[in-house]
């Protein structure tokens, strides 16, 4: 079993009154616990240099929630690859359904982030999944091949290694509808199938991850099964008991 990641993405969401809570408390527990697992915290990139200031684990890691394909100059609001090199983030969320929706983001735009990530070694999170509609109609699985096609077409047969997948059906995300795991695992299955029949990455070097509606009260249904490497979570993330408890929950089922 490969250790078992949690994404922590905060969206557009928090303050410095939020944020310094946040970091005493994990600070705190971190402090006291040692933790086995890894834990990619992806707040707004106004307060990286804060939390990276605060949080030294070797477990706790930066991620972004975005980058530009553009490496510098005239893209007023733009952030760069280099930039997020340059305040340590080594992580960085891509291809979020709501940049999908929101930003009219396409696939080929998407690839071309992920190709601008992996040549700076930085590890893309792509984000895939289905929506409602496409679930209803059974096009799940050609909807995620698509979004995996733009990638695998990059030419470089090993671009799956060192990234991670977050297999995000849209309909479950912010919900409260999580996809039941015989579901999740189907897909995993059929995404790791993918990837390995269409490149040179080996089954135990694919991550993916899931997310949608991942909680306290569901966290451990997605523990201990071979297909999911770990979860992304979005709202649990927010609340600093709950995200704590999740890690601890996490951490107690992967270290026995
Ligand atoms: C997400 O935003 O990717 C997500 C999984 O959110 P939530 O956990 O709130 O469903």
Redesign the pocket.
């Known amino acids: 079993m490969k250790r078992f990641i949690i994404t922590a ?1 905060w ?1 557009l969401n928090g303050n410095n009154f939020l944020i310094n809570n946040f970091i005493q408390n994990i600070k705190n527990y971190l402090s006291k616990n040692i933790i086995t697992n890894t834990i990619i915290f992806a707040p707004p990139i106004p307060y990286i240099n804060n939390i990276k200031d605060q949080i030294k684990n070797k477990h706790f890691f930066l991620g972004a929630q975005n980058v530009d394909t553009n490496l510098f100059g005239a893209f007023t609001g733009e952030i760069s690859i280099n930039m997020l090199q340059d305040i340590n983030v080594q992580y960085v969320i891509i291809g ?3 940049r999908r929706l929101f930003h009219n983001e396409s696939n080929e735009y998407i690839a071309k982030k992920f190709q601008i990530i992996k040549s700076k070694n930085m590890i893309p999170i792509l ?1 895939i999944g289905e929506n409602i509609q496409e679930k209803s109609s059974k096009k799940s699985e050609i909807v995620c091949q698509k979004q995996l096609d733009v990638i695998l077409k990059l030419s470089d047969e090993n671009i799956f290694k060192n990234s991670i997948i ?1 297999y ?1 059906p849209v309909w ?4 409260g509808k999580t996809a039941d795991i015989q579901y999740i695992c189907k897909m995993h299955q059929f995404i790791k199938k993918y990837i390995t029949e269409n490149s040179n990455v080996h089954t135990n070097e694919i991550i993916i991850q899931y ?5 306290l009260s569901n966290i451990q249904n997605f523990l201990n099964i071979d297909e999911i490497n770990g979860v ?6 927010l609340n600093y008991n709950q995200f704590i408890k999740i890690i601890e929950i996490v951490n107690q089922t992967y270290n026995k």
């Open positions: 993405n969206k979020h359904s709501e984000c977050a995000e479950a995300i912010g919900t997310g949608g509606s991942v909680n992304l979570l979005g709202n649990s993330s």
